[in-house]
C-alpha cells in the first residue's frame, strides 16, 4: 500500500496551460505539503497545510493554489504556466515527527 | 532563517569503505533531523529520524547522529555497497508538524 501517491508521475504541457496535480496520504496525517526540487535538486517547502486549513504560503506565485477537500488530499492546481515551473513536485505528510514523501511528479512545461 | 548545509556535495568510494556524510545546521533549536536517500528520478525515502533528545539513530549500516548544540549531524554507512550509490539529503524542523528545510545533499557513488 503506497503510504503518499501523488499522480500523474509525468507531465508535459505547452506553456500558458494550467495543469493540476493530486495527492492522497492513506497514514492518517494531519499536515500535508507541496514541496519544489528545482533543475539542482534543491528540495524547498511551498505549502503547508493542516487539517485542511493554510498553515504556510512560501512566497509561491499566486498562480499556485492548493486545495485540501479533506485531511487525506492536498491537490495543487497551476493558471497560465511558465517554463520556469518546470520541476519535480513532491507531496509529502506527517504527524507531529516523521515526513513521508510521494514519488514526485516531473512538470515539464515547453 | 534555518540553513542546512551538507558536506561534501559528491563523494566516490571503493566498495566495502566505511563513510560519513555530514550535515550542519544555524538554528540549533530543531525539533527533529531527518536523513533521506534520493536515486535518480526517484522520490525521498525516509532513512533515519532522530528527535531532538536523541543523540543517534541506527538502522542496519547506517548510523546516524546528533549534536544539537553545534548543530551537526553526521551519517555513518558501514561497509558500503554499489547499491548504496543515491543522493543523501538532510533535513530539520524547527517544531512539530512544521516542514522541513533541506540541505543541497550529497551525491554518493560506491565503486564495485
Known amino acids: 500500500d503506497t503510504a503518499v501517491s501523488q499522480t500523474p508521475k509525468y507531465l508535459v504541457t505547452q506553456m500558458g496551460n494550467d495543469k493540476s496535480i493530486k495527492c492522497e496520504q492513506n497514514l492518517g496525517h494531519d499536515t500535508m505539503y507541496w514541496y519544489k526540487q528545482d533543475s539542482k535538486k534543491f528540495l524547498k517547502i511551498m505549502f503547508s497545510y493542516n487539517n485542511k486549513e493554510l498553515i504556510i504560503n512560501e512566497t509561491v506565485p499566486n498562480r499556485f493554489s492548493p486545495k485540501s477537500p479533506d485531511k487525506a488530499h492536498l491537490n495543487l492546481h497551476i493558471n497560465s504556466l511558465e517554463l520556469g515551473d518546470s520541476a519535480v513536485y513532491f507531496c509529502a505528510s506527517s504527524l507531529d515527527t516523521e515526513a513521508f514523501f510521494g514519488q514526485g511528479t516531473r512538470l515539464t512545461v515547453v | 532563517k534555518q540553513e542546512v548545509t551538507q558536506i561534501p556535495a559528491a563523494l566516490s568510494v571503493p566498495e566495502g569503505e566505511n563513510l560519513v556524510l555530514n550535515c550542519s545546521f544555524t538554528d540549533s533549536a530543531i525539533y527533529n533531523l531527518q536523513w533521506f536517500r534520493q536515486d535518480p528520478g526517484k522520490g525521498l525515502t525516509s532513512l533515519l529520524l532522530i528527535q531532538s533528545s536523541q543523540r543517534e539513530q541506527t538502522s542496519g549500516r547506517l548510523n546516524a547522529s546528533l549534536d544539537k548544540s553545534s548543530g551537526r549531524s553526521t551519517l555513518y554507512i558501514a561497509a558500503s555497497q554499489p547499491g548504496d550509490s543515491a543522493t543523501y539529503l538532510c533535513?530539520?524542523?524547527?517544531?512539530?508538524?512544521?516542514?522541513?528545510?533541506f540541505g543541497k545533499g550529497t551525491r554518493l557513488s560506491v565503486i564495485a
Open positions: 533535513a530539520v524542523s524547527n517544531s512539530g508538524n512544521t516542514p522541513l528545510v
